[in-house]
Structure formats: structure tokens, C-alpha cells
Nanobody, 119 residues
């Protein structure tokens, strides 16, 4: 069973930085797509960033976070990261980690971690 455990959310001042972590177990982490999504109050869940498997790992970002957020993965610790900087109030949301098994397209989600209003 695939399990994703997020950590790193919390209050930070506007303009500050925060790093989210997502520890993955129960799957071959290095073969999976990893992603971060977020859901703000009253809004639909939206894509923040994804990274494909492989040494290079192709990365994609929502326009709203380009240049401010960076997704990465560590295949030794089976952990994905989302480094966030220059936080703005619009970044306030619950952030969810996502794992997708490429072969079966099976998607798993973490429990979510809160990034509160930074204003």
C-alpha cells in the first residue's frame, strides 16, 4: 500500500520561505511521478508542481508559482520536496503531495499540510 506523509507546513511571514516534505513508502519511488497540489478555502484543488522519474526529472510548475517554488526529489530517502520562497497571501492553502505510478497510472495522495495566511 502506497503511503505519503507530508510535513513542513506552518506559519511564515509574507515574503518568507518554507519547505514541504513528502515521505513515500510502499512503492518504487524512483519510477513514479511526484507532484504537489494545493487547495485554498472555497476553491478547487490545483496543480502546483510535478517532477517526472529519472535522473534529470522533467519539472513543471503552475504559472502562479514559477520562479518562486521548486520541486525536487531524493531517491535515497524516497522523499519529495517543495521549496517555497517569496510567499504571498495567495499561497495560503492546504498542500497535498501526489504520487503516480507511471505503469498503472495509480495515484495516491498525502493527508495534506497547511500553509496558513502569511499576511
Amino acid at each position: 500500500q502506497v503511503q505519503l506523509v507530508e510535513s513542513g507546513g506552518g506559519l511564515v511571514q509574507a515574503g518568507g520561505s518554507l519547505r514541504l516534505s513528502c515521505k513515500v513508502s510502499g512503492t518504487i519511488f524512483s519510477l513514479n511521478v511526484m507532484g504537489w497540489y494545493r487547495q485554498a478555502p472555497g476553491k478547487q484543488r490545483e496543480l502546483v508542481a510535478t517532477v517526472t522519474p529519472g535522473g534529470g526529472g522533467s519539472k513543471a510548475y503552475a504559472d502562479s508559482v514559477k520562479g518562486r517554488f521548486a520541486i525536487s526529489r531524493d531517491t535515497i530517502s524516497n522523499t519529495a520536496f517543495l521549496q517555497m520562497k517569496e510567499l504571498i497571501p495567495e499561497d495560503t492553502a492546504v498542500y497535498y503531495c501526489m504520487n503516480k505510478i507511471v505503469r498503472t497510472l495509480t495515484t495516491s495522495w498525502g493527508q495534506g499540510t497547511q500553509v496558513p495566511d502569511s499576511s
